[in-house]
T-cell receptor
Framework: EPEVTQTPSHQVTQMGQEVILRCVPISNHLYFYWYRQILGQKVEFLVSFYNNEISEKSEIFDDQFSVERPDGSNFTLKIRSTKLEDSAMYFC????????????FGPGTRLTVT | DQQVKQNSPSLSVQEGRISILNCDYTNSMFDYFLWYKKYPAEGPTFLISISSIKDKNEDGRFTVFLNKSAKHLSLHIVPSQPGDSAVYFCAASEGSNYQLIWGAGTKLIIKP
């Protein structure tokens, strides 16, 4: 069964450093998402991406964040200058055709900013 | 602004019995609802969904009920199995805004 994959599983970085989190969505999916979950809190929407552009973003997704689909398979989230409060689990998700709204999630990347 | 609420942080159920997980929402524009299951250190796994034009959807042991007038949905698991022990999240989406708005989750514990 096709699945969303994410790398790395755990990333430790120092405050102020840039990080790139990588995702490979399900191959025939058209919609891509990033969510995050700070320990003990709700899952929060960051950004959605369709047709090579951002379709929606939350207040969390400020100028420090960017997304890219550099080729036909990868979907990346970049944080330019990490802050302590960026420490969280980051989940990538993808969705197929517009008729179905189920999003399928990867296993997540645990980002720890020290 | 909690648009999706799961008021029970945890629920303990005997194996073989019915598990009922509840979810309330405040945004009347939500028109699609989903349940996800999550194990520690894994991503959420999609379980079952329901459109607002329906009041029930069933898939094997899982049934979701939607009461639009009460802005309430529930997930029934029958019979409950040990492997069902996980955190269950309710999520909702609104029309063209396909982002998912999440509840806080309910930890389900199935006792042998």
């Amino acid at each position: 069964e096709p699945e969303v994959t994410q790398t790395p599983s755990h990333q430790v970085t120092q405050m102020g450093q840039e990080v790139i989190l990588r995702c490979v969505p399900i191959s025939n999916h058209l919609y891509f998402y990033w969510y995050r979950q700070i320990l003990g809190q709700k899952v929060e929407f960051l950004v959605s991406f369709y047709n090579n552009e951002i379709s929606e973003k939350s207040e969390i997704f400020d100028d420090q964040f960017s997304v890219e689909r550099p080729d036909g398979s990868n979907f990346t989230l970049k944080i330019r200058s990490t802050k302590l409060e960026d420490s969280a689990m980051y989940f990538c998700a993808s969705r197929g055709t517009s008729g179905r709204r189920e999003q399928y999630f990867g296993p997540g990347t645990r980002l720890t900013v020290t | 602004d909690q648009q999706v609420k799961q008021n029970s942080p945890s629920l303990s159920v005997q194996e073989g019995r019915i598990s009922i997980l509840n979810c309330d929402y405040t945004n009347s524009m939500f028109d699609y609802f989903l349940w996800y299951k999550k194990y520690p250190a894994e991503g959420p796994t999609f379980l079952i969904s329901i459109s607002s034009i329906k009041d029930k959807n069933e898939d094997g042991r899982f049934t979701v009920f939607l009461n639009k007038s009460a802005k309430h949905l529930s997930l029934h698991i029958v019979p409950s199995q040990p492997g069902d022990s996980a955190v269950y999240f309710c999520a909702a989406s609104e029309g063209s805004n396909y982002q998912l708005i999440w509840g806080a989750g309910t930890k389900l514990i199935i006792k042998p």
